[in-house]
């Protein structure tokens, strides 16, 4: 409890900067409009008002400021805007319904949560092989790293594509792009929590003779679970942003990628920042369930003190 | 016939810098029931040597059996315990866990292991523990579990490798009685690595002294004490004639300049 009040404080310190940051960028279409409803703005004339600041034309038309926090298609939407858009979005309408961020939330979702199934499954694949095989250590992990230098944006239309032409579409795809992201950190996290093991404690096992298996799973894999843990938590970010990538070179008409296209076509800046804080919302959750999730696991295997 | 015989062993390890020799010439035999402590510097190989007993290395040269057989066939037929330097216990498994999981590698059936965990945490005195963790346990504590999950499926051999080189002196003496108790109960043959003089006189009826570059024997002490040592067997002049002649053997062979 003794932690809300500084939380709040930094909260309202963002939403503070917010307001007072859509001042100077909504100014000029405020002192238009202004203009246009035959009020006297300063400059007169379009031109010259364009070549002025932002803060500049705010201080010579004060009595247009209050219109910034109003427009329809604001540079920056002010924070009750985007709230209200959420507000109307989500409660305001039926889960089947298109204009639902609830049903677009869900789109995203449910390839998010494929995806990272994936690409958890496939980084503890790789980085097992990796542990035991020298010629996979030497061999995948190159690989692995230089598949996270080429931008997501760029290899996700080929992804698409490729998987079109063999008949695959839909919700895979977009699993598969999510996969591709997420699979990294589990990767490079199981590898080190299998090689947590001292050599103290591997010796032990030799003298019981414990085979290989016996080894994994009794020594290597628990060894592992907080580094896994800490690796699923980055993984379900980047499985979350590789659903939302999926979804913008399909021209997909469901997902919360599609909304954030859709306003970018259209303009729709106070869509675009809706569909952007319900990923970041969405986002902030599937974090805090691994989060959880972590905490159980740990603290029954006596890891958490 | 004894219980371990080696013959000669010489050990070589290939490193960086070239080959290092870490045991040469070692001849010594551990006879049923002995308690046999290797006392030296650093680098004198004592810890090597233990490991060649528990076939976790390999000698280059000469011969060594355990129980009559090669080391590797005694450690398939779970001859020997080994406890380490620390008690490296893992931290997911519950004091009870740790001891149980010898025994499930081993393939106990549960109502044996259920048995043995009982029998052994007694015989280490931490019965009531056993659903504990690890690190709710202190030090010594720990160091006693490890020696109970060594002792869990009653091998005749106690390969002990500087137990209790990280614990307090007074924690240190408190362990050293209850080992020699044990080992009156159990008549296990003990190997057991040490630095410390005191450590090695009050617990051992053979004490093999070692020095380094090569790893070599440079002595081998019978000592006269009786098998019951209370504590205060420290302070006669029997005790410290031995610790006396530990001390010149070691002084002989190790030149500290």
Redesign the interface.
């Known amino acids: 409890m003794r932690s809300i009040l500084p939380v709040l404080s930094v909260i309202a310190a963002i939403v503070a900067l917010w307001y007072l940051a859509a001042v100077p960028m909504n100014i000029h279409q405020a002192v238009t409009d202004a203009a246009r409803a035959g009020q006297t703005v300063h400059p007169p004339e379009a031109a010259a008002r364009r070549d002025l600041g932002g803060w500049r034309l705010a201080l010579e038309n004060p009595g247009a400021v209050a219109g910034v926090f109003s427009q329809a298609r604001p540079r920056l939407p002010a924070p009750h805007q985007v709230l209200t858009e959420l507000w109307r979005t989500t409660a305001g309408k039926k889960i089947t319904s298109k204009r639902s961020l609830v049903f677009h939330g869900w789109i995203t979702l449910s390839a998010t949560l494929l995806g990272f199934a994936i690409g958890t499954a496939m980084g503890i694949l790789l980085a097992v092989g990796i542990v035991y095989s020298r010629a996979m250590d030497m061999s995948v992990m190159p690989w692995a790293i230089a598949s996270q230098t080429i931008p997501i944006l760029a290899i996700a239309p080929m992804i698409i594509v490729v998987l079109n032409s063999v008949g695959l579409q839909g919700l895979l795809p977009k699993a598969i792009i999510s996969a591709y992201l997420s699979f990294f950190p589990v990767v490079v996290g199981m590898v080190k929590g299998l090689r947590a093991p001292?050599a103290?404690?591997l010796?032990?096992?030799?003298?019981?003779?414990?085979s290989k298996s016996?080894m994994f799973w009794?020594?290597r894999l628990?060894?592992s679970?907080p580094y896994l843990f800490a690796s699923l938590k980055v993984g379900i970010a980047a499985s979350l942003v590789g659903a939302i990538v999926g979804e913008l070179p399909t021209g997909a008409v469901r997902g919360l990628g599609a909304r954030l296209l859709a306003g970018s076509y259209y303009g729709q800046t106070i869509q675009i920042w809706s569909a952007l804080l319900a990923a970041a919302v969405l986002a902030a959750v599937l974090v805090s369930i691994v989060g959880l999730i972590e905490r159980a696991t740990l603290r029954r295997?006596?890891?958490n003190? | 016939m004894p219980v371990v015989s080696a013959r000669d062993v010489d050990l070589t390890f290939q490193t960086g810098d070239g080959p290092v020799q870490a045991l040469k010439g070692i001849s010594l035999d551990i006879d049923k029931g002995d308690f046999v402590s290797f006392i030296g510097p650093s680098g004198c190989g004592k810890t090597t040597f233990l490991r060649v007993i528990?076939a976790?290395e390999e000698p280059t040269a000469g011969q060594i059996t355990v129980n009559g057989m090669s080391p590797d066939e005694a450690?398939?037929a779970?001859a020997?315990?080994?406890v380490?330097?620390?008690a490296?216990l893992?931290?997911?498994?519950?004091i009870g866990g740790n001891i149980r999981?010898?025994l499930?590698?081993?393939g106990f059936s549960k109502a044996e292991r259920a048995e043995r965990v009982a029998k052994v945490l007694e015989l280490v005195e931490l019965t009531g523990f056993e659903n504990k963790?690890?690190?709710q346990l202190s030090g010594g504590m720990q160091q006693r579990a490890s020696i109970a999950r060594a002792l869990a499926f009653d091998a005749e051999i106690l390969l002990m490798d500087e137990p209790f080189g990280a614990l307090d002196e007074i924690v240190r003496d408190h362990l050293n009685e209850q080992l020699l108790a044990l080992w009156g109960r159990t008549g296990k043959t003990i190997g057991f690595v040490t630095h410390s003089i005191p450590e090695a006189v009050y617990l051992s009826t053979k004490i093999v002294v070692m020095s380094p570059r090569p790893g070599r024997i440079a002595d081998v002490i019978e000592s006269p004490l009786p098998r019951e040592r209370p504590l205060d067997i420290r302070d006669t002049p029997e005790f410290l004639e031995v610790a006396h002649r530990v001390r010149d053997g070691l002084r002989a062979v190790n030149a500290y300049d």
């Not at chain 1, 010796?203 to 414990?210: E, F, G, M, N, P």
């Not at chain 2, 893992?90 to 519950?94: F, G, L």
């Open positions: 001292e103290m404690q010796d032990l096992l030799r003298t019981y003779s414990a016996e009794k020594l628990p060894a679970m295997m006596g890891l003190r | 528990a976790l450690r398939r779970r020997y315990g080994y380490f330097q620390a490296g893992y931290p997911w498994r519950t999981l010898p499930e590698i081993m963790f690890p690190w």
